[in-house]
């Protein structure tokens, strides 16, 4: 179980999309950045530390609501698990696609990505709410 947990936790903080707070002009081309959705407890700080902010409530909440399903464990069912998500214009969670290990790990992967609080601030670029695509990988192993 241990070591799930620090497998989750490896793999969120090197996972996760980076945002800059300022945009790009370059001769007659403008690159806007996105910004980060802003977690409860986030909302202090410049863009980078609000972004880091976020990665670590991701990663606690994920170690802390993680529930390896009882059957799977006695199984020994072990795999990678992929969920794509979205936080949406209103901060909410959307769960696009989730990929890899079996049926039960893709549930429970699910269960907890569901969990996540409604966001302070919805991701923005341009000034103007923007749904903000997010891939996390889940690491189930036993330790058996």
């Known amino acids: 179980m ?26 007659n081309t403008m690159t ?18 609000r972004d880091n902010c976020f990665k670590q409530k991701l990663a606690t909440h994920i170690a ?6 009882p059957s799977s464990y006695k199984n020994n069912e072990q795999g990678r698990v992929v969920i794509e998500f979205f936080i ?16 039960a790990l893709q549930e429970e ?7 996540i609080p409604k966001m302070k601030k919805p991701g923005m670029m341009g000034g103007k709410p923007r749904a903000i695509k997010y891939t996390v990988p889940i690491t189930f192993k036993t330790g058996k």
């Open 32 to 49: 806007l950045k996105e910004l980060a959705p802003v977690w409860p407890g986030c909302e202090n700080g410049n863009a980078s530390q």
């Open 88 to 103: 949406n214009e209103q901060g909410a969670v959307d769960i696009k696609n989730v990929t890899g290990g079996t049926a």
């Open 2 to 27: 241990k070591n799930a947990l620090l497998i989750i936790t490896l793999f969120i903080s090197t996972s996760l999309l980076a945002q800059e707070e300022w945009g790009d002009v370059q001769k």
């Open 109 to 115: 992967a699910k269960r907890n990505i569901g969990l």
């Open 64 to 69: 802390k609501n993680f529930k390896y399903p």
